[in-house]
């Protein structure tokens, strides 16, 4: 382990996240909401913490080894809820607590979306376009666009992009060097934010509004600027508009990559996960849609459907964004729509929960082990888009299958033991662990009221979340430390 590498890059990565003070304070001379001080203190601290912590070692020049990228994405992540935090905790509107503000800040970053706040419609705009940036930021990873940066600075970043990218596929590139590929997936990631902010604007919002809800939806974070969240505009034409782009953000953007560059969509037309992913959407909408309109909880079926599609989509693909109160909604759909959100978003989107390629890959395995039953000596290999898939990817997914199960199971453990009643505790876990934001029972709408013991777990837990569990796991096994 080179800790003297980890050092430089920490203090580079502290000292470029400090200028996201820079923005809210802005926006709060702008709106005159007396909020700007905060901000303030939060760039002077972070940038002299980042400062001491690169200067010393500002000279050197080794490259970052794998084990360094890993130990750099974790530190980061953990590092940055905390210094996250630090406006929101000096803030005198709202009055937070530490527990609160780091919960907040690591929710915004991890785009989960769970939130402790109240009252949003009469807090500083300041507050609300922070807190829409921090899952702006984190949507893509700002270990991504640290990568991007970096290599202009000295710091190569392969063993980043490889630690922070989700999905099963680590090692594909859009382009012949790292750099260029996480500018690339930033310049899309730019692009869909503007077009959301137009359409919004277009649709009836504010532009504080509009900029504020591009950032989450494009990000899948969830965070509003409004205590009704999504539902406080009651406009089906930007529930519409909302369910498309969150949709098209739960994509793989190595398809939009290639769909820019080729002027085609046949790229999404052949890729079998975009096509298992759409599947789905489009058959839990309609299942949705008949059994809303069907038990009498919206008059009309096109209502039901314009409520059912933006909620699954939304949860689908772990937004969060609501415009109904699911709990409220008959029989097994609130757990179902839950429940989608463990599988998430597509590889290399900004989705959470376990990823559509992974589903996939269980769901041919499972049914390869059922055929192997009834013809032994047959050779069944599993197979993705036409392609053979490696066993060695099968036992990776089976294996990420068995961990994300498992620590499921003692998160939802530790939240019992803390004192949540059982359909709490798993809402908080489905709500943190998957990057979703929502959960059921007492915690279907706000973390406010649980203790802060769970509000810690689930920083834990949106961090292993964001970061795929393994990133944070192997970091606690014996070989990695190893010489």
């Given at each position: 382990m080179q800790f003297s590498v980890v050092q430089r890059v920490l203090g580079l990565l502290l000292l470029i996240f400090s200028l996201s003070m820079l923005p809210p304070v802005a926006v709060g001379l702008h709106f005159g909401d007396g909020a700007v001080l905060p901000f303030v203190q939060g760039f002077a601290w972070l940038f002299i913490l980042g400062l001491l912590i690169f200067w010393p070692v500002r000279r050197l020049k080794k490259e970052l080894k794998l084990r360094d990228g890993f130990v750099v994405v974790v530190m980061f992540w953990v590092v940055l809820g905390a210094s996250g935090a630090v406006p929101l905790f000096l803030a005198e509107r709202p009055d937070m607590s530490l527990t609160d503000a780091v919960f907040e800040a690591v929710s915004g970053l991890t785009t989960t979306g769970a939130t402790v706040l109240s009252g949003l419609d009469e807090l500083p705009h300041s507050i609300l376009f922070y807190r829409q940036q921090l899952q702006w930021l984190g949507g893509m990873g700002i270990v991504v666009l640290a990568v991007a940066i970096l290599p202009l600075l000295g710091v190569g970043g392969m063993q980043l992009y490889k630690a922070e990218t989700p999905g099963p596929m680590k090692d594909t590139?859009?382009?012949?060097?790292?750099?260029?590929?996480?500018?690339?997936?930033?310049?899309?990631?730019?692009?869909?934010?503007?077009?959301?902010?137009?359409?919004?604007?277009?649709?009836?919002?504010?532009?504080?509004?509009?900029?504020?809800?591009?950032?989450?939806?494009?990000?899948?974070?969830?965070?509003?600027?409004?205590?009704?969240?999504?539902?406080?505009?009651?406009?089906?034409?930007?529930?519409?508009?909302?369910?498309?782009?969150?949709?098209?953000?739960?994509?793989?953007?190595?398809?939009?990559?290639?769909?820019?560059?080729?002027?085609?969509?046949?790229?999404?037309?052949?890729?079998?996960?975009?096509?298992?992913?759409?599947?789905?959407?489009?058959?839990?909408?309609?299942?949705?849609?008949?059994?809303?309109?069907?038990?009498?909880?919206?008059?009309?079926?096109?209502?039901?459907l314009r409520y059912a599609a933006f909620n699954v989509v939304s949860y689908a693909t772990t937004t969060g964004f609501a415009t109904a109160d699911i709990t409220l909604w008959p029989g097994f759909l609130p757990v179902?729509?839950?429940?989608?959100?463990?599988?998430?978003?597509?590889?290399?989107?900004?989705?959470?929960?376990?990823?559509?390629?992974?589903?996939?890959?269980?769901?041919?395995?499972?049914?390869?082990?059922?055929?192997?039953?009834?013809?032994?000596?047959?050779?069944?290999?599993?197979?993705?888009?036409?392609?053979?898939?490696?066993?060695?990817?099968?036992?990776?997914?089976?294996?990420?299958?068995?961990?994300?199960?498992?620590?499921?199971?003692?998160?939802?453990?530790?939240?019992?033991?803390?004192?949540?009643?059982?359909?709490?505790?798993?809402?908080?876990?489905?709500?943190?662990?998957?990057?979703?934001?929502?959960?059921?029972?007492?915690?279907?709408?706000?973390?406010?009221?649980?203790?802060?013991?769970?509000?810690?777990?689930?920083?834990?837990?949106?961090?292993?979340?964001?970061?795929e569990i393994f990133t944070l796991l192997v970091l606690f096994t014996p070989m990695f430390w190893r010489r």
């Open positions: 590139k859009l382009t012949a060097r790292i750099a260029d590929t996480a500018k690339t997936l930033w310049y899309i990631y730019l692009g869909l934010t503007l077009l959301a902010a137009l359409a919004y604007r277009m649709g009836g919002m504010s532009w504080f509004d509009a900029i504020g809800h591009s950032f989450s939806t494009i990000a899948i974070g969830g965070f509003s600027t409004h205590d009704a969240g999504f539902g406080f505009y009651d406009s089906a034409l930007l529930d519409a508009m909302a369910t498309l782009f969150m949709a098209f953000a739960g994509v793989n953007f190595t398809l939009h990559f290639v769909a820019w560059s080729r002027r085609s969509v046949q790229g999404y037309l052949h890729d079998s996960e975009f096509r298992f992913y759409l599947g789905v959407l489009l058959a839990m909408i309609l299942l949705y849609s008949v059994v809303l309109w069907g038990g009498g909880v919206y008059e009309g079926f096109f209502t039901a179902l729509i839950v429940l989608l959100a463990f599988m998430g978003g597509c590889t290399g989107s900004t989705g959470g929960g376990m990823k559509v390629m992974r589903v996939m890959l269980l769901m041919k395995q499972g049914m390869r082990e059922l055929k192997q039953l009834v013809h032994p000596q047959a050779e069944l290999p599993v197979k993705i888009g036409g392609r053979v898939a490696p066993d060695r990817v099968v036992q990776a997914v089976w294996g990420f299958f068995s961990a994300y199960i498992g620590v499921a199971l003692v998160l939802m453990l530790l939240m019992l033991g803390i004192g949540l009643d059982e359909v709490t505790a798993f809402g908080a876990v489905a709500a943190t662990l998957t990057n979703l934001g929502p959960g059921l029972g007492e915690v279907a709408a706000s973390f406010a009221t649980v203790p802060d013991a769970a509000k810690w777990v689930g920083c834990v837990a949106m961090i292993l979340g964001r970061l």
